[in-house]
């Protein structure tokens, strides 16, 4: 069974940065595509970042520049680097690794953006 768990998070004053990590139990990166996305109180789950094993990157208009997705394959590990959060980025952060009708979800971690 894969397990997928997220690292990384905690409290960031606007502006600041913030890397998360997930790391998968096994080396998933050859057929997987994977991807962060993120839940805000009260909203529905949303795609912030996602790759694909051809190294083809997708990010949400709302973290085009200030977020990078990318990934380590010798450590198993998926990182979400945030730089110049705004409130608005404060979510419970999910990484999400998917193949066919194969999909896996760490348990989240929480990013609150506070002053």
């Known amino acids: 069974q894969v397990q997928l768990v997220e690292s990384g998070g905690g409290v960031v004053q606007p502006g600041g940065s913030l890397r998360l990590s997930c790391a998968a139990t096994?080396?998933?990166?050859?057929?997987?595509?994977e991807a962060w996305y993120r839940q805000a109180p009260g909203r529905v789950r949303e795609l912030v970042a996602a790759i694909t094993p051809g190294d083809n990157i997708n990010y949400a208009d709302a973290v085009k520049g200030r977020f990078t997705i990318s990934r380590d394959i010798a450590k198993n590990t998926l990182y979400l680097q945030m730089s110049a959060l705004k409130p608005e980025d404060e979510a419970v952060y999910f990484c999400?690794?998917?193949?066919?009708?194969?999909?896996?979800w760490g348990r989240g971690t929480q990013v609150p953006v506070s002053s």
């Open positions: 999400n690794f998917h193949y066919g009708q194969r999909n896996y």
């Open positions: 096994r080396n998933m990166f050859d057929i997987y595509s």
